[in-house]
Structure formats: structure tokens, C-alpha cells
């Protein structure tokens, strides 16, 4: 039977044997990198990693700081790991801030204690679970990367706290009430009094674990104020600058995400009666839960009193004199009437905090930005490392898939992380897999992602991108190929416009080709109106001819009208020269019917009288005066039939390249097939970011246990990793 240990000098040899064999197993059953979709190489294979699997990293360090574990008492420095069962243990004036794998940061402050009992993170299963468990000190903690299943609680001795979307931050100290702010996201808090949900701008505080406080929007925001600024006075209001990490670092971390949940969890676990949580002796849901029975109990149970700081708690005491007050007339009691004490404990709270709303409110929308910035710094970071690691395209495509799938607001971000990999995933065949999957997850996304794909590409590689990538896209989301031929132009140029329209137009099909057309032709100019409605057309055929002419010359204006009429006929054919006549002279106004009906005429050979009728009808003239006008406009109509020639020679040569594109398109759109789709934005419009509280069972509080010491209990034998 194999035990896997904790990291340790003396006793890792067993868990880097064990892990050593995982990669030698997954290098020998793993595919190596197969083809990549259209083409390209795909990404190679990565090892699997050789060191106990951490749940983050300290990056940040404030003077005495030290790391309580299997192997015994350590001082970390910056960037060192902290694994599954640590205890994090900060003294006087003291800082320290846990970043983990998935980009979340927990800061403590001063006189803290807390410990990670359970952490798992995997972007390709869109998962992550951790729980904390916070015995003392002041506390913040703001998520990172967003995954479709959240997990995160904070054990205390009044609560368990259940969280998602979040900017949590709040004080666990000796005879104090349990303060929490929950500055963004949802929150689910459960003791033996029941559960109450917390909500972004919320706040409350707890006296005993027995029963509940009134509803947090009942907290007075005086009260709410002292607590937020006693948070702020140790922790700071921003967050502390983090080191950046070695690439070996990097690798490591990323390959860790790259393990399963399971062989997570399974690599994680230690003796269990060390692995429950810290405060799981006393079962302080269980008992007389005032703050000083409760640390007492706990300090008791584990023989452990080193973290009792008398000076600390008096200061906090001080600082947090109205909670405590508050806390000591049972404010925090939902049943307990109102007294005059506590009306009196309101009015000094109202003199001493005279703009406690105000400052709440700008504390909250600070803690949102940058809860924010940590998310999108966490994108980059975990989608990079992801596609440094991942054996091949697929997967990088199921992992950006299931990111979009979490956090639509992120999709570009994803993208354009997934595509940042010099050698890997720098060229179209990447771009338009990663454009494709992220659409697959968010239809809604099509446009953004699909510029986003080609915005990441070398300047060399962009035309091409441009044209795969929109094709990509609009196969799996023809009702976007509007925002696609609009965004992909922006971002290619002009110099991609007649291909992009063409290659939306193909896989959209003819019924958008007017529109696509005109968007298009707005995005790239009127130098590129004649390319783009002659690529169009020719897509299209000549049942469409007539509104692409029309819409782009309403929009590339009357100087390329003759030019876009010759080219459009051109491309259609005879028996349509008079339809596209009459519609070009509609939309370009007087000044250019002679020059239209005299380059419709010679560029198509169609019948004159016919094409001069159709644009004296439109024009409101006589057929005299057109044919006067094409006389008059010789020039003018030489000049089309050049532009004309020139766009149509263009969009001949790039059909094969459109044709490709377009067949490749299908490919993708089966390779990403199995990336689950969110649901329509309307159903998800009052709540974008997915910040549902967590569902009651997921916070329970822990099944009655028995306060005898650890040392009695006897525990299973650790089942042998499989």
C-alpha cells in the first residue's frame, strides 16, 4: 500500500516514485500531439508533474510568517509552494498572501491563523474546490479564474461560509463577533441557526454559532463600517504587489491544473485525522458557541494555545469596540427585540461613522475592481499555462470552450491567452480552432472572439487568419456572421475585406449576402467596394446581385457606384445588368446615371436599351438624357470598367482560398462539437457573471462529532491510489 506524505526532505521519495510513475504512465498511454485541424501542428505533449501537488504559492511576505505541515514548522519565501493541509501562522505586524493555482489571493494580516484543508482546481473540467479554514485573524479573499463548478467555503468557529463570484473580507478574533463583508458575489452562511444568504454590498456579524443574525441587508452600515475599516487598517485597501514566477514555476503550476480533480484529491490526502478541519475537535456547531467557549474548546481539543495572542486580541477588541458592544445586547440575535441600549449603541455608531454608507459603497465598488482585475490577470495566466501544457489543439480548444462556457465577459481574453504561445498556437489553424470553440460555448461571442483570434496573430499571419477564423465561427454560428464580417474586418484590414465577406457569405449563405456586403464595406472603406461586391456576388450568384450592389454602394457613397455596378455584373452576368443598374442608380443620387449605365453596358455586353431604361426609371430622367449622360461620362465609365476588372480578377484568385477555408470550417465545427453551450443570454441577463448562491447542501454544517482528542480516534487506512 502506497501513503502519500505531505512535502518533506526526508519523506517525499515515496510520492515522487508514485508521481513519477502517473507520467510515465500518461507519456505511454497518451497519444502523442496529433494534426491539428487544417493542417497545422498541433501543441506538444507536456510531462506530467514530479512534486507534491500544491494548492498555491505565498507571494507575498510581511516580516514573521511561517507554514505548519506534515514535515514540521518552515518560513517560506516568496513563491514557495503551500500544500493541502498547511497552516498558514502570521505573528505581530506581520502579512501574507496565498495565491492559488487558479489565481484566487487570500491575504491574512496580523496574529492569524488559517489553514488550507481541501483545494482541487482544473480548467479543462471547468472545476475548483477549496476550503479554508480560519481560526483568527483579519481576512480577504478575491476569486481568480471562473469555472462553470465553484466550490469555495471558509470554515470559522460561528459559520460555514459558502461563496461564489467573490470579494469576501472579514475578522475571526477571541470574543469578538464574527464580521464578514461580501464586497461582490453571492454568499450562503450556515451554523446551527439556519442559512442566510449574503449578497454583493452585504454585510454581517455573528455573536454565536447557535443562532442566526437579522437579514444582512439589516446590518447597520455603521456597524458594517468598523469592521471594513478594521479590515483595511490590517490588510491594507489594495492588494499587495505579487513576484513574478520563474518559468519553471509557471510550468509547474500549469501542469498541476493539468491533473485530473480526482488525482488531485488522491494525491492530496493525508493522515486523517490531521486532514479534518482545524476547528473540527470542538464541534463548535454543536456547542455552547460564544467566541470564548469556542477558542477555548478549540485550543483544548488540539493542546494547542501558541495562537492565542493576549495583546492581539485586545486590540481588536478596541478597534471593534461597537460590534463587541453590539454583539453583548444581542444585535446580532434575530429573535431579540429592540431595547433602548440598542437604539442608544445606533445613535453614538451614526455620530462616530457620519458617512457610513457612502464609504461602504466606494469600499465595495474598489473590492469589485479589483476582484476584477485579479480575474482577468487569472485568464492569462491559467490559460496560458494550460496551452503550454496540453498535449494537443483538442484539448486547448475544450479548455477555452469551458472558460467561455463559465465567463462569457472573459471570451476575448480566453482567446487571445490560448493564442499567446510562440511556436504553439501562433498561426490560423490555432486561431480559427480557438475562435470556433469559445463560439461553440457563447454564440453571442462570435464577433469578439473572432477578431480577438486574429488580433493575436504575427502581422504576417493575419490576412490568412482572418479568413479561416471567420469561416470557423460563422459555420457554428451562421446568425453572427454580420459581427464576424464586421469585427474580423476591423481587425484584419482592408487588404482581407472581398475574402472575409466572401467566406461569411458562403457559410452564412445568400440571404445575409447584402448585409454582409455592407458591413464589410463600411468596416474597410469604399476603395474596397468593388473587391468586396464582386467576392460577394460571385458567392452568392446572381439571385442576390442586386441588393449586394445596392448596399454596398449606399454605403461606399456615389463615387464607387459605376465601379460596384460594373463588377457586380460582371460577375452575375447579362441577364441581371438591368436589375443592377436600376438599384445602383437608386441608392448613388444624380451625378453618375451616365456613368453607371455606361459601365453596366460595357462590362456585362448586355442589351443597351434595357440598362439604359432601367436607370432613366430609377433616376426619375428621360432615356435622351441617359444616353447623353453615358456619352458625356466616357472617363468616368473607363475608370469602372478598370476598378471593375481588378476586383473581379481579385475575387477569382481568392476562391480557392475561400473554398478551403469554408471546407475547413466543417472540420472544426465537428472537433469542438462536444463543448457544452450556455444557456441564451436573455435567460441569463440578470445574472452575467453566473453568481448564484450556492446551493444549501453544498454548505451544511458538519455532521455532529465527538470532542474527544484526536489522539483516541483511530483512523482507516488511506485507500491505495489507483
Do not use: C
Not at 120 to 149: C, H, L, M, W
Amino acid at each position: 500500500m502506497v501513503r502519500l506524505v505531505s512535502r518533506s526532505n526526508n519523506h517525499g521519495i515515496v510520492l515522487h516514485l508514485f508521481l513519477g510513475i502517473l507520467s510515465l504512465f500518461f507519456s505511454l498511454s497518451q497519444p502523442m500531439a496529433a494534426e491539428g485541424t487544417g493542417g497545422q501542428n498541433s501543441v506538444s505533449a507536456a510531462a506530467q508533474p514530479s512534486g507534491p501537488v500544491h494548492a498555491g504559492r505565498i507571494t507575498f511576505l510581511e516580516k514573521t510568517v511561517r507554514l505548519e505541515g506534515e514535515s514540521g514548522t518552515r518560513t517560506p519565501v516568496l513563491n514557495d509552494p503551500i500544500l493541502v493541509s498547511d497552516t498558514l501562522i502570521t505573528e505581530a505586524a506581520s502579512k501574507a498572501v496565498i495565491t492559488f493555482r487558479d489565481g484566487s489571493k487570500m491575504t491574512v494580516g496580523p496574529d492569524s491563523r488559517i489553514r488550507v484543508s481541501e483545494y482541487s482546481f482544473s480548467p479543462a473540467e471547468s472545476q475548483a474546490t477549496s476550503a479554508v479554514d480560519i481560526v483568527k485573524g483579519a481576512f480577504r479573499y478575491n476569486s481568480g479564474f471562473k469555472v462553470k463548478k465553484p466550490s469555495v467555503s471558509f470554515n470559522t468557529p460561528m459559520a460555514l461560509v459558502g461563496v461564489r463570484g467573490t470579494a469576501l473580507e472579514g475578522v475571526v478574533e477571541e470574543n469578538v463577533p464574527f464580521f464578514m463583508m461580501l464586497s461582490e458575489g453571492e454568499g450562503l452562511l450556515s451554523n446551527k441557526g439556519g442559512q442566510l444568504p449574503l449578497s454583493s454590498g452585504q454585510a454581517t456579524a455573528f455573536s454565536s454559532g447557535r443562532v442566526l443574525p437579522p437579514g444582512a441587508d439589516k446590518m447597520p452600515p455603521t456597524l458594517t463600517e468598523q469592521g471594513m475599516g478594521y479590515v483595511v487598517a490590517e490588510l491594507g485597501s489594495a492588494e499587495p504587489p505579487s513576484p513574478t514566477l520563474t518559468p519553471e514555476q509557471i510550468l509547474i503550476d500549469a501542469q498541476m491544473n493539468q491533473l485530473s480533480i480526482t488525482d488531485q484529491q488522491r494525491a492530496s490526502k493525508t493522515d486523517p485525522r490531521k486532514k479534518q478541519s482545524l476547528l473540527a475537535p470542538s464541534s463548535l456547531f454543536f456547542t455552547d458557541l460564544t467566541p470564548a467557549s469556542a477558542w477555548k474548546t478549540f485550543a483544548d481539543g488540539w493542546g494547542r494555545q501558541d495562537f492565542l495572542v493576549t495583546s492581539a486580541f485586545a486590540a481588536a477588541r478596541e478597534s471593534l469596540a461597537l460590534l463587541v458592544d453590539a454583539g453583548k445586547l444581542n444585535m446580532f440575535d434575530a429573535a431579540s427585540p429592540p431595547s433602548e441600549a440598542k437604539a442608544n449603541l445606533l445613535a453614538q455608531a451614526s455620530r462616530q461613522y457620519p458617512n457610513a454608507a457612502a464609504n461602504v459603497a466606494n469600499h465595495s465598488n474598489s473590492q469589485q475592481q479589483q476582484t476584477k482585475a485579479n480575474q482577468q490577470t487569472s485568464t492569462k495566466t491559467v490559460i496560458s499555462g494550460a496551452t503550454q501544457v496540453a498535449p494537443n489543439l483538442d484539448e486547448v480548444a475544450q479548455i477555452v470552450g469551458a472558460a467561455v462556457g463559465a465567463s462569457s465577459d472573459v471570451a476575448s481574453l480566453v482567446v487571445e491567452s490560448a493564442l499567446s504561445v510562440t511556436g504553439k498556437t501562433d498561426n490560423a489553424g490555432a486561431a480559427s480552432m480557438m475562435a470556433a470553440a469559445a463560439t461553440k460555448a457563447d454564440p453571442s461571442v462570435a464577433g469578439n472572439v473572432s477578431a480577438a483570434a486574429v488580433n493575436a496573430m504575427p502581422a504576417d499571419v493575419q490576412a490568412q487568419a482572418a479568413v479561416q477564423v471567420s469561416a470557423a465561427t460563422v459555420a457554428i454560428a451562421p446568425e453572427a456572421a454580420v459581427a464576424v464580417a464586421t469585427m474580423v474586418t476591423r481587425a484584419a484590414g482592408a487588404g482581407a475585406a472581398a475574402s472575409i465577406a466572401a467566406v461569411v457569405t458562403q457559410l452564412a449563405g445568400a440571404s445575409a449576402a447584402a448585409d454582409i456586403a455592407s458591413a464589410v464595406t463600411k468596416e474597410a472603406g469604399s476603395a474596397s467596394a468593388a473587391s468586396v461586391a464582386a467576392a460577394v456576388t460571385q458567392v452568392a450568384g446572381k439571385a442576390a446581385a442586386a441588393d449586394i450592389a445596392a448596399a454596398v454602394t449606399k454605403v461606399g457613397g456615389s463615387e464607387v457606384a459605376a465601379s460596384v455596378a460594373a463588377s457586380v455584373v460582371q460577375m452575375a452576368g447579362a441577364d441581371v445588368a438591368a436589375a443592377v443598374a436600376n438599384s445602383v442608380t437608386r441608392e448613388a443620387g444624380p451625378g453618375v446615371n451616365g456613368a453607371v449605365a455606361g459601365a453596366v453596358i460595357q462590362s456585362s455586353g448586355a442589351n443597351a436599351a434595357d440598362v439604359v431604361a432601367a436607370v432613366a426609371k430609377a433616376s426619375g430622367m428621360s432615356t435622351d438624357s441617359i444616353n447623353q449622360a453615358v456619352r458625356d461620362s466616357s472617363k468616368e465609365v473607363a475608370s469602372a470598367i478598370a476598378n471593375s476588372n481588378a476586383a473581379n480578377v481579385n475575387a477569382k484568385q481568392a476562391a480557392s482560398t475561400v473554398s478551403q477555408a469554408a471546407t475547413d470550417a466543417g472540420a472544426i465545427k465537428e472537433s469542438v462539437k462536444g463543448i457544452e453551450q450556455v444557456v441564451p443570454s436573455l435567460e441569463r441577463a440578470a445574472d452575467p457573471n453566473q453568481n448564484t448562491p450556492p446551493p444549501a447542501e453544498e454548505v451544511k454544517p458538519k455532521p455532529e462529532e465527538k470532542t474527544e482528542p484526536v489522539e483516541d480516534v483511530v483512523p482507516p487506512e488511506p485507500a491505495s491510489p489507483s
